[in-house]
T-cell receptor, first 114, second 110 residues
């Protein structure tokens, strides 16, 4: 059972570099989202998508881009990495809006920006 | 300021003790969920509460949704080391956004 798959698991970037965190789900979920997790802050929503071709900003979108060309994939792009983007990133998906629906998470991507 | 504030932030207790974790907001939520996250993994859903005043039990875990649907609590009876983890409350806001609380890190010492 694949569920939500994130790659890479670990990444070290230099300040100013760009990279893409990949996310794929095999549950045919319409809703996908990206969160970052920092100590004492819980999970903060970066970007989300309610279906292919539709994306929107969450709480902390600056410095990140997303696209949703297919139902399955929702990559997160860091345009010019900064040390403040050092964090653990989680991709998540859900069948639709949340009234009782379960949100499924990937295992996380640990990103360090030096 | 976080939309959902959890307390306490850290909790370390002995096996067999009881504990309560709180999730508070100034906003009304149509529903709230509780997740548990273990180190190196993503959060996993424990329960969803929908109705104000609702109480749900999951073995030794009791979840309550406040009457005004602005807060929730999680009570664990006779905690066990397997309960160790980060507990997160979460709820929908604005239709398409889903917010998580600040989290409570629980350690149960054998």
């Amino acid at each position: 059972n694949a569920g939500v798959t994130q790659t890479p698991k670990f990444q070290v970037l230099k300040t100013g570099q760009s990279m893409t965190l990949q996310c794929a789900q095999d549950m045919n979920h319409e809703y996908m989202s990206w969160y970052r997790q920092d100590p004492g802050m819980g999970l903060r929503l970066i970007h989300y998508s309610v279906g292919a071709g539709i994306t929107d900003q969450g709480e902390v979108p600056n410095g990140y881009n997303v696209s949703r060309s297919t139902t399955e994939d929702f990559p997160l792009r860091l345009l010019s990495a900064a040390p403040s983007q050092t964090s653990v990133y989680f991709c998540a998906s859900s069948a639709w809006q949340f009234s009782g629906n379960t949100i499924y998470f990937g295992e996380g991507s640990w990103l360090t920006v030096v | 300021t976080q939309l959902l504030e959890q307390s306490p932030q850290f909790l370390s207790i002995q096996e067999g003790e009881n504990l309560t974790v709180y999730c508070n907001s100034s906003s009304v939520f149509s529903s709230l969920q509780w997740y548990r996250q273990e180190p190196g993994e993503g959060p996993v859903l424990l329960v969803t509460v929908v109705t104000g005043g609702e109480v749900k039990k999951l073995k030794r875990l009791t979840f309550q949704f406040g009457d005004a649907r602005k807060d929730s609590s999680l009570h664990i009876t006779a905690a066990q080391p397997g309960d160790t983890g980060l507990y997160l409350c979460a709820g929908p806001r604005g239709g398409n956004q889903f917010y998580f609380g600040t989290g409570t890190s629980l350690t149960v010492i054998p």
